[in-house]
Protein backbone atom coordinates (compact mmCIF):
# COMPACT_ATOMS: atom_id res chain seq x y z
CA UNK A 1 0.00 0.00 0.00
CA UNK A 2 2.93 2.65 1.06
CA UNK A 3 4.14 1.64 -2.39
CA UNK A 4 1.49 2.07 -4.23
CA UNK A 5 1.46 6.07 -2.66
CA UNK A 6 4.86 6.44 -3.64
CA UNK A 7 4.09 5.13 -7.30
CA UNK A 8 1.91 8.85 -8.31
CA UNK A 9 0.98 9.24 -11.65
CA UNK A 10 3.71 10.82 -13.18
CA UNK A 11 3.49 13.27 -16.49
CA UNK A 12 3.93 16.71 -17.77
CA UNK A 13 7.63 15.96 -16.25
CA UNK A 14 10.42 17.44 -18.38
CA UNK A 15 10.21 14.39 -20.40
CA UNK A 16 6.93 15.17 -22.38
CA UNK A 17 7.30 18.62 -21.49
CA UNK A 18 4.19 21.68 -21.42
CA UNK A 19 5.25 21.33 -17.51
CA UNK A 20 3.46 23.61 -15.04
CA UNK A 21 6.33 24.08 -12.62
CA UNK A 22 10.29 24.25 -13.68
CA UNK A 23 11.43 20.71 -13.51
CA UNK A 24 14.46 18.81 -14.33
CA UNK A 25 15.49 16.05 -16.40
CA UNK A 26 18.68 14.09 -15.70
CA UNK A 27 19.84 10.88 -17.76
CA UNK A 28 22.98 8.73 -18.02
CA UNK A 29 23.37 6.32 -20.48
CA UNK A 30 25.47 4.74 -23.35
CA UNK A 31 26.64 6.91 -25.50
CA UNK A 32 23.98 10.43 -24.15
CA UNK A 33 23.85 12.06 -21.15
CA UNK A 34 21.40 14.56 -20.98
CA UNK A 35 20.27 17.42 -18.45
CA UNK A 36 17.19 19.14 -19.75
CA UNK A 37 15.00 22.03 -17.76
CA UNK A 38 12.05 23.08 -18.17
CA UNK A 39 10.65 26.46 -17.07
CA UNK A 40 7.16 27.03 -17.90
CA UNK A 41 5.93 30.68 -19.26
CA UNK A 42 2.37 30.05 -19.32
CA UNK A 43 -0.22 27.09 -19.83
CA UNK A 44 0.68 26.30 -23.30
CA UNK A 45 4.69 27.86 -23.73
CA UNK A 46 7.85 26.55 -21.78
CA UNK A 47 11.76 27.71 -21.96
CA UNK A 48 14.00 24.64 -22.33
CA UNK A 49 17.37 24.11 -21.97
CA UNK A 50 18.94 21.23 -22.83
CA UNK A 51 22.88 20.06 -22.83
CA UNK A 52 23.59 16.23 -24.17
CA UNK A 53 26.95 14.44 -24.49
CA UNK A 54 27.06 11.23 -26.12
CA UNK A 55 30.53 9.37 -25.05
CA UNK A 56 32.97 11.78 -23.87
CA UNK A 57 33.41 14.14 -27.42
CA UNK A 58 30.26 15.21 -28.57
CA UNK A 59 28.74 18.27 -26.63
CA UNK A 60 25.69 19.95 -27.46
CA UNK A 61 23.80 22.98 -25.99
CA UNK A 62 20.41 23.68 -26.97
CA UNK A 63 17.85 26.63 -25.76
CA UNK A 64 14.28 26.24 -27.17
CA UNK A 65 10.55 27.01 -26.82
CA UNK A 66 8.38 23.79 -25.96
CA UNK A 67 4.40 24.32 -26.99
CA UNK A 68 1.58 22.06 -25.82
CA UNK A 69 -0.56 20.80 -28.79
CA UNK A 70 -2.49 17.87 -27.18
CA UNK A 71 -3.68 17.37 -23.43
CA UNK A 72 -5.58 14.32 -23.02
CA UNK A 73 -5.01 10.66 -21.95
CA UNK A 74 -1.81 11.37 -24.35
CA UNK A 75 0.08 15.00 -23.68
CA UNK A 76 1.48 16.22 -27.29
CA UNK A 77 3.91 18.70 -27.53
CA UNK A 78 6.79 20.00 -29.72
CA UNK A 79 10.12 21.95 -29.64
CA UNK A 80 11.99 24.25 -31.20
CA UNK A 81 15.28 23.91 -30.45
CA UNK A 82 18.58 25.97 -31.78
CA UNK A 83 21.81 25.90 -30.13
CA UNK A 84 25.64 24.55 -31.24
CA UNK A 85 27.34 21.40 -31.35
CA UNK A 86 31.12 20.77 -30.07
CA UNK A 87 32.79 17.47 -31.43
CA UNK A 88 36.29 16.58 -30.10
CA UNK A 89 38.10 13.79 -31.64
CA UNK A 90 38.61 12.48 -35.12
CA UNK A 91 35.32 13.78 -36.00
CA UNK A 92 36.21 16.66 -35.13
CA UNK A 93 33.23 19.29 -36.11
CA UNK A 94 31.78 22.35 -34.62
CA UNK A 95 28.81 24.72 -35.82
CA UNK A 96 25.36 25.52 -35.06
CA UNK A 97 22.45 23.35 -34.84
CA UNK A 98 18.49 23.47 -34.71
CA UNK A 99 16.04 20.79 -33.82
CA UNK A 100 11.93 20.18 -34.26
CA UNK A 101 10.91 17.69 -32.34
CA UNK A 102 7.91 16.22 -31.13
CA UNK A 103 7.23 14.14 -27.75
CA UNK A 104 4.29 12.48 -26.99
CA UNK A 105 3.71 10.56 -23.48
CA UNK A 106 0.83 8.99 -21.88
CA UNK A 107 -0.78 11.03 -18.79
CA UNK A 108 -2.53 8.65 -16.74
CA UNK A 109 -1.36 5.69 -14.83
CA UNK A 110 1.71 4.74 -12.68
CA UNK A 111 4.11 3.82 -15.65
CA UNK A 112 3.71 6.31 -18.76
CA UNK A 113 5.12 5.61 -21.81
CA UNK A 114 6.48 8.57 -23.96
CA UNK A 115 8.31 8.94 -26.98
CA UNK A 116 10.50 11.38 -28.81
CA UNK A 117 10.92 12.02 -32.78
CA UNK A 118 13.11 14.94 -33.89
CA UNK A 119 14.91 16.08 -37.38
CA UNK A 120 18.03 17.57 -36.22
CA UNK A 121 19.87 20.26 -38.24
CA UNK A 122 23.73 20.50 -38.36
CA UNK A 123 25.32 23.93 -40.35
CA UNK A 124 29.05 23.69 -40.90
CA UNK A 125 31.21 26.14 -42.46
CA UNK A 126 34.52 25.20 -43.85
CA UNK A 127 36.78 27.79 -44.63
CA UNK A 128 39.36 27.49 -47.78
CA UNK A 129 42.16 29.75 -47.42
CA UNK A 130 44.57 29.87 -50.36
CA UNK A 131 48.11 32.46 -50.32
CA UNK A 132 48.69 33.60 -53.92
CA UNK A 133 51.31 36.28 -54.90
CA UNK A 134 48.64 38.83 -54.88
CA UNK A 135 46.82 38.15 -51.51
CA UNK A 136 45.23 35.71 -49.43
CA UNK A 137 41.97 34.51 -50.56
CA UNK A 138 39.22 33.08 -48.24
CA UNK A 139 36.00 31.56 -49.25
CA UNK A 140 34.12 29.88 -47.02
CA UNK A 141 31.53 26.57 -47.69
CA UNK A 142 28.57 25.64 -45.83
CA UNK A 143 27.62 22.28 -45.24
CA UNK A 144 24.05 20.85 -43.88
CA UNK A 145 24.36 17.18 -41.61
CA UNK A 146 20.72 16.01 -41.05
CA UNK A 147 19.56 13.57 -38.51
CA UNK A 148 17.03 11.82 -37.22
CA UNK A 149 16.66 11.82 -33.43
CA UNK A 150 14.72 9.37 -31.75
CA UNK A 151 13.37 7.96 -27.77
CA UNK A 152 10.85 5.88 -27.02
CA UNK A 153 10.75 4.60 -22.92
CA UNK A 154 9.03 4.49 -19.62
CA UNK A 155 8.63 7.05 -16.98
CA UNK A 156 7.55 5.67 -13.38
CA UNK A 157 6.09 8.65 -11.11
CA UNK A 158 7.48 8.50 -7.17
CA UNK A 159 5.52 10.98 -4.70
CA UNK A 160 3.81 13.92 -6.56
CA UNK A 161 7.00 15.06 -8.38
CA UNK A 162 9.89 12.90 -8.59
CA UNK A 163 10.04 10.33 -11.52
CA UNK A 164 12.45 7.61 -12.59
CA UNK A 165 12.90 7.02 -16.56
CA UNK A 166 14.14 4.44 -18.20
CA UNK A 167 14.67 4.68 -22.47
CA UNK A 168 16.02 3.32 -25.75
CA UNK A 169 17.81 5.92 -28.16
CA UNK A 170 17.24 5.14 -31.80
CA UNK A 171 18.69 8.15 -33.92
CA UNK A 172 20.35 8.37 -37.16
CA UNK A 173 23.12 9.98 -37.73
CA UNK A 174 23.61 11.23 -40.11
CA UNK A 175 20.89 10.32 -42.28
CA UNK A 176 20.85 7.78 -44.16
CA UNK A 177 22.87 5.81 -41.89
CA UNK A 178 21.00 3.83 -38.35
CA UNK A 179 23.40 4.60 -35.23
CA UNK A 180 23.68 2.21 -33.28
CA UNK A 181 20.70 2.04 -30.51
CA UNK A 182 21.78 3.66 -26.91
CA UNK A 183 19.65 3.43 -24.02
CA UNK A 184 19.94 5.09 -20.32
CA UNK A 185 18.19 5.46 -17.46
CA UNK A 186 17.15 9.01 -15.67
CA UNK A 187 15.37 11.02 -12.91
CA UNK A 188 12.69 13.60 -13.33
CA UNK A 189 12.19 16.44 -10.72
CA UNK A 190 9.68 19.06 -11.02
CA UNK A 191 9.34 21.75 -8.28
CA UNK A 192 5.89 21.89 -6.36
CA UNK B 1 20.63 34.21 -28.61
CA UNK B 2 23.52 36.15 -29.46
CA UNK B 3 26.11 32.58 -28.07
CA UNK B 4 23.75 30.90 -30.60
CA UNK B 5 24.40 33.54 -33.58
CA UNK B 6 27.97 33.71 -32.67
CA UNK B 7 28.33 29.85 -32.85
CA UNK B 8 26.48 29.84 -36.19
CA UNK B 9 29.76 32.01 -37.22
CA UNK B 10 32.20 30.53 -36.04
CA UNK B 11 34.70 28.01 -38.50
CA UNK B 12 34.34 24.07 -38.64
CA UNK B 13 37.38 23.28 -40.69
CA UNK B 14 40.39 25.57 -42.30
CA UNK B 15 41.90 24.31 -44.88
CA UNK B 16 45.28 26.13 -46.44
CA UNK B 17 47.10 26.25 -49.66
CA UNK B 18 49.97 27.80 -51.17
CA UNK B 19 49.31 29.00 -54.68
CA UNK B 20 52.24 27.95 -57.26
CA UNK B 21 52.84 28.54 -60.94
CA UNK B 22 54.74 26.04 -62.25
CA UNK B 23 56.46 26.45 -65.53
CA UNK B 24 57.53 23.59 -67.01
CA UNK B 25 59.46 22.26 -69.93
CA UNK B 26 59.97 18.76 -70.53
CA UNK B 27 62.68 17.13 -72.69
CA UNK B 28 61.90 13.95 -74.18
CA UNK B 29 63.99 11.29 -74.38
CA UNK B 30 63.49 10.52 -78.21
CA UNK B 31 62.94 13.86 -80.43
CA UNK B 32 60.67 12.02 -81.97
CA UNK B 33 58.47 10.78 -78.87
CA UNK B 34 54.93 12.43 -79.09
CA UNK B 35 51.98 11.78 -76.57
CA UNK B 36 50.05 13.23 -74.04
CA UNK B 37 52.31 14.68 -71.23
CA UNK B 38 50.86 13.31 -67.41
CA UNK B 39 52.44 15.71 -65.10
CA UNK B 40 52.10 15.05 -61.34
CA UNK B 41 52.86 17.08 -58.21
CA UNK B 42 53.64 15.11 -54.65
CA UNK B 43 54.64 16.49 -51.33
CA UNK B 44 58.32 15.77 -51.37
CA UNK B 45 58.32 14.34 -47.81
CA UNK B 46 55.28 13.63 -45.67
CA UNK B 47 54.31 12.12 -42.36
CA UNK B 48 56.31 11.91 -39.19
CA UNK B 49 58.34 9.29 -37.34
CA UNK B 50 57.13 5.72 -38.76
CA UNK B 51 54.63 6.61 -40.66
CA UNK B 52 57.45 9.48 -42.57
CA UNK B 53 57.65 8.73 -45.87
CA UNK B 54 58.06 10.56 -49.57
CA UNK B 55 56.34 11.50 -52.37
CA UNK B 56 52.30 12.20 -51.23
CA UNK B 57 50.43 12.81 -54.73
CA UNK B 58 48.14 15.63 -54.39
CA UNK B 59 47.35 17.05 -57.75
CA UNK B 60 47.78 15.41 -61.71
CA UNK B 61 46.80 16.97 -64.93
CA UNK B 62 47.69 16.73 -68.34
CA UNK B 63 48.89 18.63 -71.67
CA UNK B 64 49.12 18.32 -75.15
CA UNK B 65 52.52 19.92 -75.09
CA UNK B 66 55.81 19.32 -73.82
CA UNK B 67 55.61 23.32 -72.41
CA UNK B 68 52.95 23.97 -69.79
CA UNK B 69 51.95 26.03 -67.19
CA UNK B 70 50.65 24.76 -64.68
CA UNK B 71 48.84 26.42 -61.45
CA UNK B 72 48.79 24.15 -58.39
CA UNK B 73 47.25 24.44 -54.92
CA UNK B 74 49.97 23.05 -52.38
CA UNK B 75 48.37 21.66 -49.16
CA UNK B 76 50.03 23.38 -46.10
CA UNK B 77 48.13 20.84 -43.37
CA UNK B 78 51.30 18.51 -43.70
CA UNK B 79 53.88 17.45 -46.10
CA UNK B 80 56.60 19.95 -47.36
CA UNK B 81 58.64 20.20 -50.63
CA UNK B 82 57.34 19.87 -53.65
CA UNK B 83 58.13 17.27 -56.51
CA UNK B 84 56.82 17.26 -60.28
CA UNK B 85 57.22 14.17 -62.20
CA UNK B 86 56.14 13.74 -66.10
CA UNK B 87 55.88 11.28 -68.46
CA UNK B 88 54.46 10.82 -71.77
CA UNK B 89 52.30 8.63 -72.89
CA UNK B 90 53.84 7.85 -75.97
CA UNK B 91 51.37 4.04 -76.84
CA UNK B 92 47.97 6.54 -75.62
CA UNK B 93 47.01 3.86 -73.55
CA UNK B 94 47.12 6.21 -70.01
CA UNK B 95 49.77 3.89 -68.08
CA UNK B 96 53.11 4.44 -67.66
CA UNK B 97 54.90 1.33 -69.14
CA UNK B 98 52.93 -1.58 -69.29
CA UNK B 99 53.80 -5.78 -69.83
CA UNK B 100 53.06 -5.10 -73.52
CA UNK B 101 54.91 -1.54 -74.18
CA UNK B 102 58.20 -0.69 -72.05
CA UNK B 103 59.40 2.68 -74.24
CA UNK B 104 58.11 5.42 -72.00
CA UNK B 105 60.59 7.61 -70.13
CA UNK B 106 59.77 9.64 -67.00
CA UNK B 107 61.31 12.29 -64.96
CA UNK B 108 61.15 13.61 -61.88
CA UNK B 109 62.32 16.97 -60.20
CA UNK B 110 62.70 17.94 -56.27
CA UNK B 111 61.89 21.68 -56.22
CA UNK B 112 64.21 22.90 -53.31
CA UNK B 113 62.68 26.31 -52.78
CA UNK B 114 59.06 26.63 -53.70
CA UNK B 115 58.29 30.57 -54.77
CA UNK B 116 55.42 31.43 -56.02
CA UNK B 117 56.83 31.17 -59.58
CA UNK B 118 58.46 27.70 -60.21
CA UNK B 119 60.41 27.03 -63.24
CA UNK B 120 61.31 23.26 -63.28
CA UNK B 121 62.85 21.23 -66.50
CA UNK B 122 62.17 17.98 -66.38
CA UNK B 123 64.42 15.48 -68.76
CA UNK B 124 62.79 12.22 -69.61
CA UNK B 125 65.85 10.00 -69.42
CA UNK B 126 64.62 6.96 -66.99
CA UNK B 127 62.74 4.08 -69.28
CA UNK B 128 59.98 3.23 -66.94
CA UNK B 129 61.45 5.08 -64.45
CA UNK B 130 59.25 2.86 -61.51
CA UNK C 1 15.03 -22.06 -44.77
CA UNK C 2 13.14 -21.30 -41.53
CA UNK C 3 14.88 -25.04 -40.05
CA UNK C 4 17.93 -23.92 -41.20
CA UNK C 5 17.76 -20.55 -39.54
CA UNK C 6 16.77 -22.47 -36.89
CA UNK C 7 19.63 -25.13 -36.42
CA UNK C 8 21.89 -22.07 -37.34
CA UNK C 9 20.56 -20.23 -34.09
CA UNK C 10 22.06 -23.25 -32.05
CA UNK C 11 24.79 -23.99 -34.01
CA UNK C 12 28.11 -24.32 -32.63
CA UNK C 13 29.99 -24.63 -35.70
CA UNK C 14 29.39 -22.94 -39.53
CA UNK C 15 26.97 -24.94 -41.95
CA UNK C 16 27.11 -25.44 -45.35
CA UNK C 17 24.08 -27.14 -46.30
CA UNK C 18 23.37 -28.29 -43.13
CA UNK C 19 26.84 -30.26 -41.92
CA UNK C 20 29.36 -28.69 -39.81
CA UNK C 21 32.02 -27.35 -42.05
CA UNK C 22 35.71 -26.67 -40.77
CA UNK C 23 36.92 -23.27 -41.39
CA UNK C 24 39.97 -21.11 -41.09
CA UNK C 25 40.16 -17.00 -42.34
CA UNK C 26 43.43 -16.51 -44.04
CA UNK C 27 42.73 -12.54 -43.89
CA UNK C 28 42.48 -10.83 -40.74
CA UNK C 29 44.26 -8.10 -39.64
CA UNK C 30 45.72 -6.39 -35.99
CA UNK C 31 47.23 -3.24 -35.48
CA UNK C 32 47.36 0.20 -33.05
CA UNK C 33 45.05 3.24 -33.80
CA UNK C 34 47.88 5.70 -33.75
CA UNK C 35 50.00 3.48 -36.36
CA UNK C 36 47.45 4.64 -38.71
CA UNK C 37 47.83 8.27 -40.98
CA UNK C 38 45.69 10.89 -39.33
CA UNK C 39 43.74 11.36 -42.82
CA UNK C 40 42.76 7.68 -42.79
CA UNK C 41 41.92 7.52 -39.01
CA UNK C 42 39.39 10.51 -39.87
CA UNK C 43 38.20 8.42 -43.04
CA UNK C 44 37.62 4.72 -40.96
CA UNK C 45 36.17 6.81 -37.98
CA UNK C 46 33.62 8.56 -40.76
CA UNK C 47 32.78 4.93 -41.87
CA UNK C 48 31.79 3.73 -38.34
CA UNK C 49 28.29 4.23 -37.50
CA UNK C 50 27.45 6.66 -34.42
CA UNK C 51 28.46 6.61 -32.24
CA UNK C 52 31.59 4.32 -32.81
CA UNK C 53 33.59 7.08 -35.02
CA UNK C 54 33.56 9.37 -31.74
CA UNK C 55 36.14 7.19 -29.82
CA UNK C 56 37.32 4.99 -32.46
CA UNK C 57 40.68 4.20 -30.97
CA UNK C 58 39.09 2.22 -28.02
CA UNK C 59 36.57 0.48 -30.35
CA UNK C 60 39.42 -1.06 -32.76
CA UNK C 61 42.10 -1.18 -29.61
CA UNK C 62 39.98 -3.73 -28.69
CA UNK C 63 39.29 -5.84 -31.48
CA UNK C 64 42.56 -5.46 -33.28
CA UNK C 65 44.53 -7.58 -31.24
CA UNK C 66 45.51 -11.19 -31.05
CA UNK C 67 43.07 -11.81 -28.33
CA UNK C 68 40.24 -9.39 -30.30
CA UNK C 69 40.92 -11.39 -33.10
CA UNK C 70 40.56 -14.87 -31.23
CA UNK C 71 37.17 -13.58 -29.64
CA UNK C 72 36.19 -12.69 -33.21
CA UNK C 73 37.28 -16.26 -34.68
CA UNK C 74 35.42 -17.77 -31.87
CA UNK C 75 32.10 -15.92 -32.68
CA UNK C 76 32.39 -17.22 -36.35
CA UNK C 77 33.88 -20.70 -35.42
CA UNK C 78 36.44 -20.40 -37.49
CA UNK C 79 39.61 -22.80 -36.50
CA UNK C 80 42.56 -20.73 -37.16
CA UNK C 81 43.15 -17.18 -38.41
CA UNK C 82 45.97 -15.27 -40.26
CA UNK C 83 47.21 -11.72 -39.08
CA UNK C 84 48.64 -9.42 -41.72
CA UNK C 85 51.90 -7.07 -40.53
CA UNK C 86 51.16 -4.40 -42.63
CA UNK C 87 54.14 -1.45 -43.44
CA UNK C 88 51.70 1.44 -46.15
CA UNK C 89 52.36 5.06 -44.12
CA UNK C 90 50.45 7.36 -46.87
CA UNK C 91 47.73 5.02 -46.77
CA UNK C 92 46.56 2.28 -44.21
CA UNK C 93 49.00 2.32 -41.53
CA UNK C 94 52.09 0.54 -40.00
CA UNK C 95 51.41 -2.89 -38.14
CA UNK C 96 55.28 -4.10 -37.93
CA UNK C 97 56.31 -8.00 -37.96
CA UNK C 98 57.38 -7.28 -34.27
CA UNK C 99 53.54 -6.49 -33.48
CA UNK C 100 52.43 -9.56 -35.45
CA UNK C 101 54.48 -11.77 -33.89
CA UNK C 102 53.96 -10.76 -30.20
CA UNK C 103 50.08 -11.02 -31.01
CA UNK C 104 50.27 -14.41 -32.18
CA UNK C 105 52.04 -15.32 -28.48
CA UNK C 106 48.36 -15.22 -27.18
CA UNK C 107 47.40 -18.11 -28.77
CA UNK C 108 49.90 -20.00 -31.21
CA UNK C 109 47.74 -22.95 -32.14
CA UNK C 110 45.46 -20.73 -33.65
CA UNK C 111 46.87 -17.29 -35.09
CA UNK C 112 49.44 -17.21 -37.91
CA UNK C 113 51.52 -14.16 -39.44
CA UNK C 114 51.66 -12.75 -42.41
CA UNK C 115 55.08 -10.77 -42.97
CA UNK C 116 55.77 -7.63 -45.07
CA UNK C 117 58.25 -5.31 -45.35
CA UNK C 118 58.05 -1.49 -46.25
CA UNK C 119 59.17 -0.23 -49.73
CA UNK C 120 59.56 3.38 -49.77
CA UNK C 121 63.24 4.05 -49.68
CA UNK C 122 64.00 0.81 -52.02
CA UNK C 123 67.20 2.15 -53.40
CA UNK C 124 68.57 2.77 -49.98
CA UNK C 125 66.89 0.23 -48.08
CA UNK C 126 66.32 -2.72 -50.21
CA UNK C 127 69.15 -5.13 -48.18
CA UNK C 128 67.74 -3.89 -44.61
CA UNK C 129 64.15 -4.44 -45.54
CA UNK C 130 65.05 -8.11 -46.99
CA UNK C 131 66.88 -9.05 -44.12
CA UNK C 132 64.27 -8.07 -41.58
CA UNK C 133 61.46 -9.90 -44.03
CA UNK C 134 64.29 -12.95 -43.62
CA UNK C 135 63.94 -12.29 -39.93
CA UNK C 136 60.23 -12.09 -39.92
CA UNK C 137 59.59 -15.26 -41.35
CA UNK C 138 61.90 -17.24 -39.31
CA UNK C 139 59.47 -16.51 -36.19
CA UNK C 140 57.68 -19.75 -35.51
CA UNK C 141 53.64 -18.95 -37.01
CA UNK C 142 55.45 -16.64 -39.48
CA UNK C 143 53.81 -17.98 -42.64
CA UNK C 144 53.77 -15.93 -45.22
CA UNK C 145 54.10 -12.51 -46.93
CA UNK C 146 51.45 -9.90 -47.46
CA UNK C 147 52.37 -7.24 -49.85
CA UNK C 148 50.16 -4.24 -51.09
CA UNK C 149 50.98 -2.55 -54.43
CA UNK C 150 48.40 0.10 -54.22
CA UNK C 151 49.00 0.75 -50.47
CA UNK C 152 52.65 0.54 -50.44
CA UNK C 153 52.93 2.79 -53.92
CA UNK C 154 55.05 0.41 -56.44
CA UNK C 155 54.16 -1.55 -59.28
CA UNK C 156 53.39 -4.76 -59.40
CA UNK C 157 56.16 -5.32 -62.80
CA UNK C 158 59.10 -2.98 -61.01
CA UNK C 159 61.76 -5.88 -61.27
CA UNK C 160 63.97 -4.02 -58.67
CA UNK C 161 60.87 -5.44 -55.83
CA UNK C 162 61.16 -9.01 -57.17
CA UNK C 163 63.56 -10.62 -54.68
CA UNK C 164 61.07 -10.43 -52.47
CA UNK C 165 59.52 -13.43 -53.86
CA UNK C 166 63.12 -15.11 -54.09
CA UNK C 167 63.08 -14.83 -50.16
CA UNK C 168 59.44 -15.80 -49.90
CA UNK C 169 59.96 -18.76 -51.81
CA UNK C 170 63.45 -19.59 -49.21
CA UNK C 171 60.77 -19.90 -46.87
CA UNK C 172 58.20 -21.78 -48.74
CA UNK C 173 56.17 -18.53 -47.37
CA UNK C 174 53.29 -17.87 -49.73
CA UNK C 175 52.78 -13.85 -51.23
CA UNK C 176 49.87 -12.78 -50.90
CA UNK C 177 49.18 -9.59 -53.29
CA UNK C 178 46.32 -7.11 -52.64
CA UNK C 179 44.78 -6.69 -56.20
CA UNK C 180 42.62 -4.19 -57.20
CA UNK C 181 41.85 -0.49 -56.61
CA UNK C 182 41.28 0.18 -53.14
CA UNK C 183 38.62 2.18 -50.92
CA UNK C 184 41.34 4.10 -48.62
CA UNK C 185 42.36 7.25 -49.18
CA UNK C 186 46.05 7.74 -50.89
CA UNK C 187 46.38 4.93 -52.63
CA UNK C 188 47.01 4.24 -56.30
CA UNK C 189 44.63 2.97 -58.37
CA UNK C 190 46.40 2.94 -61.56
CA UNK C 191 46.68 -0.02 -63.12
CA UNK C 192 50.49 -0.99 -62.87
CA UNK C 193 49.69 -1.19 -58.79
CA UNK C 194 46.20 -2.79 -59.54
CA UNK C 195 46.20 -5.00 -62.59
CA UNK C 196 47.31 -8.41 -61.66
CA UNK C 197 48.16 -8.45 -65.66
CA UNK C 198 51.09 -6.47 -64.49
CA UNK C 199 51.90 -9.23 -61.77
CA UNK C 200 52.49 -12.09 -64.50
CA UNK C 201 56.22 -11.36 -65.45
CA UNK C 202 56.73 -11.46 -61.67
CA UNK C 203 54.78 -15.03 -61.73
CA UNK C 204 56.66 -16.42 -64.31
CA UNK C 205 60.10 -15.63 -63.29
CA UNK C 206 59.58 -16.87 -59.66
CA UNK C 207 58.68 -20.24 -60.21
CA UNK C 208 59.17 -21.96 -56.49
CA UNK C 209 57.10 -18.62 -54.64
CA UNK C 210 53.44 -18.83 -54.63
CA UNK C 211 51.42 -16.15 -55.62
CA UNK C 212 48.21 -15.42 -53.58
CA UNK C 213 45.29 -13.00 -55.71
CA UNK C 214 43.41 -11.01 -53.14
CA UNK C 215 40.76 -9.63 -53.33
CA UNK C 216 40.18 -10.99 -56.97
CA UNK C 217 40.97 -7.92 -58.59
CA UNK C 218 37.93 -6.40 -57.02
CA UNK C 219 37.10 -2.29 -58.02
CA UNK C 220 36.23 -1.01 -54.52
CA UNK C 221 36.11 2.22 -55.44
CA UNK C 222 33.28 1.29 -57.90
CA UNK C 223 31.96 -1.83 -56.23
CA UNK C 224 31.96 -4.16 -59.00
CA UNK C 225 34.36 -6.80 -60.79
CA UNK C 226 37.29 -5.06 -62.51
CA UNK C 227 40.24 -8.28 -63.05
CA UNK C 228 38.18 -11.15 -61.89
CA UNK C 229 38.91 -12.70 -65.41
CA UNK C 230 42.50 -11.77 -65.29
CA UNK C 231 42.98 -13.35 -61.99
CA UNK C 232 41.29 -16.57 -63.52
CA UNK C 233 43.42 -16.32 -66.32
CA UNK C 234 46.59 -16.53 -64.04
CA UNK C 235 45.38 -19.39 -61.91
CA UNK C 236 44.65 -21.59 -65.21
CA UNK C 237 47.85 -20.47 -66.49
CA UNK C 238 50.29 -20.97 -63.69
CA UNK C 239 50.58 -23.83 -60.84
CA UNK C 240 51.72 -20.85 -58.43
CA UNK C 241 48.94 -18.45 -58.46
CA UNK C 242 45.91 -19.10 -55.79
CA UNK C 243 42.69 -16.93 -55.71
CA UNK C 244 41.25 -15.10 -52.62
CA UNK C 245 38.21 -13.51 -52.49
CA UNK C 246 38.32 -11.44 -49.30
CA UNK C 247 36.22 -8.01 -48.60
CA UNK C 248 34.75 -7.84 -52.15
CA UNK C 249 31.28 -9.38 -50.72
CA UNK C 250 30.86 -7.32 -47.53
CA UNK C 251 27.39 -5.80 -47.23
CA UNK C 252 29.29 -2.55 -48.09
CA UNK C 253 31.04 -3.68 -51.08
CA UNK C 254 28.47 -5.68 -52.49
CA UNK C 255 25.38 -4.66 -51.06
CA UNK C 256 22.78 -6.67 -53.75
CA UNK C 257 25.20 -9.97 -52.71
CA UNK C 258 25.36 -10.58 -56.34
CA UNK C 259 29.78 -10.00 -56.80
CA UNK C 260 31.06 -12.93 -54.46
CA UNK C 261 28.37 -15.57 -56.09
CA UNK C 262 29.66 -15.00 -59.87
CA UNK C 263 33.03 -14.90 -58.11
CA UNK C 264 33.09 -18.23 -56.92
CA UNK C 265 30.75 -19.49 -60.05
CA UNK C 266 33.24 -18.36 -62.40
CA UNK C 267 35.26 -20.15 -60.08
CA UNK C 268 34.11 -23.06 -60.13
CA UNK C 269 33.65 -23.25 -64.21
CA UNK C 270 37.18 -22.54 -64.48
CA UNK C 271 37.62 -25.52 -62.63
CA UNK C 272 40.11 -23.67 -59.83
CA UNK C 273 38.17 -24.28 -56.79
CA UNK C 274 41.58 -26.14 -55.75
CA UNK C 275 42.99 -23.02 -56.00
CA UNK C 276 40.83 -21.33 -53.67
CA UNK C 277 41.90 -20.06 -50.30
CA UNK C 278 39.03 -18.52 -47.60
CA UNK C 279 39.69 -15.23 -46.41
CA UNK C 280 37.54 -12.32 -45.16
CA UNK C 281 39.59 -9.16 -44.34
CA UNK C 282 38.83 -8.58 -41.38
CA UNK C 283 38.10 -7.95 -38.96
CA UNK C 284 36.25 -4.59 -39.94
CA UNK C 285 33.82 -4.55 -37.13
CA UNK C 286 32.77 -6.96 -34.24
CA UNK C 287 31.06 -9.56 -35.91
CA UNK C 288 32.63 -9.11 -39.35
CA UNK C 289 34.76 -12.19 -39.83
CA UNK C 290 31.15 -14.34 -39.50
CA UNK C 291 28.99 -12.42 -40.91
CA UNK C 292 32.03 -12.64 -43.64
CA UNK C 293 31.87 -16.63 -43.24
CA UNK C 294 27.99 -16.87 -43.45
CA UNK C 295 27.81 -14.73 -46.73
CA UNK C 296 30.66 -16.75 -48.89
CA UNK C 297 29.04 -20.17 -47.50
CA UNK C 298 26.05 -18.35 -48.83
CA UNK C 299 27.50 -17.46 -52.07
CA UNK C 300 29.31 -20.73 -52.41
CA UNK C 301 25.60 -22.52 -52.17
CA UNK C 302 25.05 -20.72 -54.63
CA UNK C 303 27.26 -21.28 -57.04
CA UNK C 304 26.08 -24.72 -56.64
CA UNK C 305 29.45 -25.94 -54.40
CA UNK C 306 29.35 -29.35 -53.11
CA UNK C 307 29.77 -30.15 -49.36
CA UNK C 308 33.34 -31.03 -50.46
CA UNK C 309 34.29 -28.04 -52.43
CA UNK C 310 33.23 -25.58 -50.21
CA UNK C 311 35.16 -27.20 -47.41
CA UNK C 312 38.40 -26.98 -49.83
CA UNK C 313 37.96 -23.39 -50.02
CA UNK C 314 37.21 -22.63 -46.12
CA UNK C 315 39.64 -24.67 -45.04
CA UNK C 316 41.54 -27.49 -47.24
CA UNK C 317 43.01 -25.42 -49.44
CA UNK C 318 45.09 -23.26 -47.33
CA UNK C 319 46.41 -25.80 -45.30
CA UNK C 320 47.78 -27.89 -48.44
CA UNK C 321 48.91 -24.53 -49.74
CA UNK C 322 50.51 -23.04 -46.15
CA UNK C 323 50.83 -26.59 -43.98
CA UNK C 324 51.29 -29.56 -46.58
CA UNK C 325 48.68 -31.49 -43.99
CA UNK C 326 45.39 -30.99 -42.25
CA UNK C 327 45.88 -28.59 -39.16
CA UNK C 328 43.23 -30.73 -37.63
Known sequence: ?192 | MMFVLLMGGCINDTTRFQQVDIVGTVIPFAESDQGVLQVIAYHAQYGAGSLAYPFLEFDRTEFDSVQFEWTINIPQEEGEGLAIRAWLDTDGDGNFCSPDFQEEYGGTVVVDNVDWIVDVVIPLTDPCDF | MFITFLMACGADSLLYKENPIRAMDMHLHVGIWNQIPDATQTDLATRFPFPFGLEPESLTDQVLTGEGIINELDKAFLESGFMYAVYAPRSVGVATNEYVISQLKSNPDRLFGMASLQVDDWENQKDVQLDALAMALEESGMIGVKIAHPHQHFRMDDPDFFEIYSVAAEFNAPVYVHTGPSPFINTNADAPYTDPAYLEMAISSNPDTEFILGHLGYDFINKKHLYLDTCIDLAQTYPNVWLEPSAMGSSGSDPEGTNLAKAFKDIKSADLVEKTIYGSDGPQRPGFAKDYAERALVAMEAANYSFAEAQMVMAENAEQLFFREPQQ
Open chain 1, 1 to 192: MSLLLWLANAFASAVVGATKEWSVLTQVGAPWKQVRVHAPLNSTFNIVGEYQLAKTTRHQFFIGLNQLYVDRKWRLTGDVFAGTIKQIGELSQQGAAGELRLRAGRTTGKATPWVSLGTHHLLLRDRTVIERESGIETTVTPKHVWSLTGAVGIEVGFRDNWGVVVGLDLPWIPVPAPSIPGAHVGVTWSAK
